[in-house]
């Protein structure tokens, strides 16, 4: 090619009116994706905006319901993740696929060993890794012949990078890469991924990390609920305006009236201290007829706090009390006989039993207590005040996410729950049934629960809550007050030094008053 | 009983009681669609059999064939609740032969040792399930090792016990469940083993289809996440239901018992036999779908295939082959219905 002065390189990758919808709700909705040869290019987006779907289109894992994808120019269809593969797109996934009890090589080549007139020819394959980790930089602290389980978490990725590189791509998916990297080591990734740009790779890095996206990336693609905000020269934007880009959105629905402070009540759940995995020093306070959201990134411990309130997770350190007396939650069970409910982030592999009818998914917990407690609720009754219709035999499976989610808390009001931790309680579920989940969640607060309401969309935390509390790495970064603004929210989730400490004091003040 | 908490759904108030994603056809075939197939698979096989030999469906050999099917229905009805509780149950076929063997050295054909006989074996076969419990809940051995392993120790105590020649003999009023029957008018004998299995049938039915427990079964190998997160004891559960195959293998045995001889290979490939009964009753490896009712229905028709396929003069040893292959078939069928559907 000709040295050309300044246009802009070309676009390598572009993806067109990309739409996708998953049983019956929008996941992408017309998103344009342009990629240049060279550049490292971020997608950004809130917990579920789109982005790994984008990203499972692209490399043909799912198929689009419309649009096009075209590499250097032309179109491409990617039915399976092998043709992308062939076609020169790679990805590397957040959740590392190498086999632990395999060699470096052999994981790099796995099914494609080089092979001699008898088998594999070990040598040869061991000097194509070599060389595709000298160019991450990293042929002199792995050795092809280590084994992949032995190796730590950030050198594995390191080696899953590699295997991406194998196939010769020119594009490169990065999906969260440093979610399981400390600062230092994704300071190290950061300097290997600049050296494949400047081999001409074109990088796409998934990440809602603002500091790495500065850091690392040439141009940002916003996505926000399933459709593409902006692309953006990442010299252009600071801080604010990136967040704005991402959250900032018109309220898409009416929220039922906040509690009038005469109604809340005495404090129903309390914890002290808190600690267990990640999460340590969390003090948290729930008070009847109160709703508090928990908002935060993901990863800052926020399903973790909620298996630890219901006992999912045993709490290795601190106190809890519920209703005024120190308890200790050794399982899910104690916890329910406690009166505490948990409606789990993901319905189908941890709320619902899908191939069971509605009656026996709300009756299962109440059922798992005893005869008695199975005995003194009247179905009709439960889903009634749930305002779920139609027949109680029907499988779950066949309700639409709204009405699953009203099965799963019937489920509770089964065991007369009064304290209800609600993961992510509208995800997946389309706008009317969302406003009636909100109204359920606000009736049973009035009605004397104490709820905690955990939720990746802002709008949602702020139209709902009474009371926010933000988590960061695994402890309460600090707590605002109702009708705190987005921008509020995510400068202490992601940790702005100049508003931190504030937050916490006050944070400190409301946890004991 | 049942601890079903409020009334079910009136269906002339409910007018949308369809489930959505299912063809909402002509009342008649809605009604077939409600009989598990493998009923209809049944009346096929019986039909075909009656077509070549019009005997068979005559009051005394029908209760004949039945009386033969029982020992393997029992273990069916008994191993769905494995199946269903996500896991697998292999040492019924060697807990089988252990109750053979061991009453007949016990009591070398001694009646007045049945009564105390019996009890016994029932409380060794809840102690087999047990172990097989406890080892797959609380050790986390892979229930197929587990019981694979169980019925090693199982056939290797009984080989070492008997010195591989079982003696004794099994005694007549312990032999008269699997052989004879009450006398009725007209019709011949109703044998003890068709009672038994019915009495054993609506027992197991009412406890996995209508009891507490029996939901908790289903939740436990429907999703056990969800399960446990709704507070069901989900190692607890497993555990009983392999309680429940063990005590189905010792009636089993004691049924078998009526007309096998005294040997080391008395229940030699039952575990095999039932498993294939509890997939053809629809029943999914894997957990969370399957009943009591269809998994007998099962037994029946791979007895009645094994019948028909006597009749059709073809080799005993083609037996495995076939079953091998209805297993096969009958677990696509699932699988496709349940893509289908899902």
């Known amino acids: ?513 | 009983m049942t601890t079903t908490a409020g009334p079910p759904a009136a269906p002339g108030a409910q007018p949308s009681a369809v489930p959505r994603g299912e063809p909402a056809g002509p009342r008649a075939r809605r009604l077939l669609r409600a009989v598990p197939p493998i009923w209809l698979v049944l009346a096929a096989v019986i039909l075909l059999i009656a077509w070549r030999n019009p005997t068979f469906v005559e009051p005394a050999p029908f209760l004949a064939f039945l009386r033969r099917c029982a020992p393997l229905a029992v273990l069916a009805a008994g191993q769905v609740f494995v199946i269903i509780a996500g896991e697998f149950d292999l040492s019924v076929g060697a807990l089988v032969t252990a109750v053979v063997v061991v009453a007949a050295r016990l009591s070398d054909g001694d009646a007045a040792h049945t009564w105390w006989l019996i009890p016994l074996l029932l409380a060794a076969g809840a102690l087999v399930g047990l172990v097989n419990g406890l080892v797959t809940t609380r050790l986390r051995v892979p229930s197929f090792i587990a019981t694979l392993g169980m019925l090693l120790v199982l056939s290797g105590a009984v080989f070492l016990w008997s010195g591989g020649a079982p003696r004794g003999s099994l005694a007549d009023n312990f032999r008269q469940f699997g052989r004879f029957g009450v006398e009725l008018p007209g019709l011949g004998q109703l044998p003890y083993a068709v009672l038994t299995l019915t009495a054993v049938g609506i027992g197991l039915w009412l406890l996995l289809s209508h009891s507490r427990f029996g939901h908790q079964v289903y939740a436990a190998g429907g999703n056990p996440q969800a399960a446990a997160l709704s507070g069901v004891d989900v190692r607890r559960v497993r555990t009983a239901a392999f309680v429940i195959s063990g005590l189905s293998a010792v009636v089993a045995g004691i049924l078998l018992g009526g007309f096998t001889g005294v040997t080391a290979e008395a229940g030699a490939g039952y575990e095999f036999q039932a498993i294939a009964a509890v997939v053809l009753g629809g029943a999914v490896l894997g957990g969370g779908r399957g009943s009591v009712g269809a998994s007998v229905a099962g037994a029946l028709t791979l007895q009645s295939v094994f019948t028909l396929l006597n009749l059709l003069g073809l080799a005993k040893s083609l037996r495995d082959a076939v079953q091998g292959l209805i297993i096969i078939g009958a677990a696509a069928y699932a699988a496709h219905r349940l893509r289908r559907s899902g």
């Open chain 1, 1 to 513: 090619m000709t040295a050309d002065p300044r246009p802009p390189d070309p676009v390598v990758l572009g993806m067109y009116g990309i739409s996708k919808r998953f049983f019956g709700v929008t996941v992408l909705d017309d998103v344009r994706l342009e990629c240049r040869a060279g550049e490292i290019h971020a997608v950004m987006g809130e917990n579920g905006a789109g982005k790994s779907t984008l990203m499972k289109i692209l490399v043909g894992v799912h198929q689009p319901d419309a649009g096009r994808i075209e590499l250097n120019g032309a179109p491409v269809r990617f039915h399976h993740p092998r043709q992308a593969l062939a076609a020169g797109v790679s990805i590397v996934h957040q959740e590392l696929t190498l086999l632990p009890e395999r060699t470096v090589a052999e994981n790099i080549f796995l099914g494609r060993e080089p092979r001699r007139r008898f088998g594999v020819d070990r040598a040869a394959m061991d000097q194509a890794a070599t060389r595709l980790l000298a160019a991450l930089g990293a042929e002199d602290v792995i050795s092809p012949r280590s084994l992949v389980g032995r190796l730590p978490v950030a050198r594995q990725q390191l080696v899953e990078i590699a295997k991406a590189l194998s196939f010769e791509p020119r594009v490169l998916v990065l999906d969260e890469p440093t979610a399981a990297l400390s600062p230092h080591e994704v300071d190290a990734l950061f300097d290997r991924i600049r050296r494949l740009r400047a081999d001409g790779l074109t990088v796409l890095y998934i990440s809602h990390r603002l500091r790495e996206v500065f850091d690392l990336t040439d141009r940002i693609t916003v996505l926000k609920d399933g459709r593409r905000v902006d692309t953006v020269e990442t010299a252009e934007v600071n801080t604010r305006r990136l967040v704005h880009l991402m959250v900032g959105r018109e309220l898409d629905h009416y929220y039922p009236p906040r509690a009038a402070p005469g109604r809340i009540g005495p404090v129903r759940l309390a914890v002290r201290g808190a600690g267990a995995g990640l999460l340590h020093d969390v003090d948290l306070d729930l008070r009847a007829g109160e709703i508090v959201g928990l908002a935060g990134l993901a990863g800052s411990g926020r399903t973790e706090l909620a298996r630890l309130l219901f006992g999912a997770t045993r709490m290795t350190a601190g106190s809890l009390t519920v209703d005024g007396r120190a308890r200790r939650l050794r399982s899910p069970r104690h916890a329910i006989r406690r009166g505490i409910g948990l409606l789990t982030e993901d319905r189908k592999s941890e709320g619902l039993v899908l191939q069971r009818s509605v009656r026996d998914n709300t009756l299962l917990a109440a059922r798992s207590l005893g005869r008695g407690a199975a005995r003194r609720v009247a179905l009709a009754d439960l889903l009634d005040r749930v305002r779920l219709r139609g027949g109680t035999d029907r499988e779950v499976r066949y309700l639409s996410g709204g009405n699953q989610q009203k099965v799963v808390l019937a489920r509770w009001l089964a065991t007369g729950a009064r304290v209800l931790i609600f993961d992510e309680p509208t995800r997946g579920i389309d706008v009317g049934a969302k406003a009636s989940i909100h109204e359920l969640m606000r009736e049973l607060a009035d009605a004397g629960a104490a709820i905690l309401m955990i939720s990746s969309e802002l709008p949602e935390v702020i139209g709902m809550a009474d009371r926010i509390v933000v988590l960061r790495q695994g402890t309460v970064a600090g707590e605002l007050p109702a009708g705190a603004s987005e921008a509020e929210i995510m400068l202490l989730a992601t940790g702005e030094p100049d508003r931190t400490g504030a937050a916490a004091g006050a944070s400190r003040e409301g946890g004991t008053a």
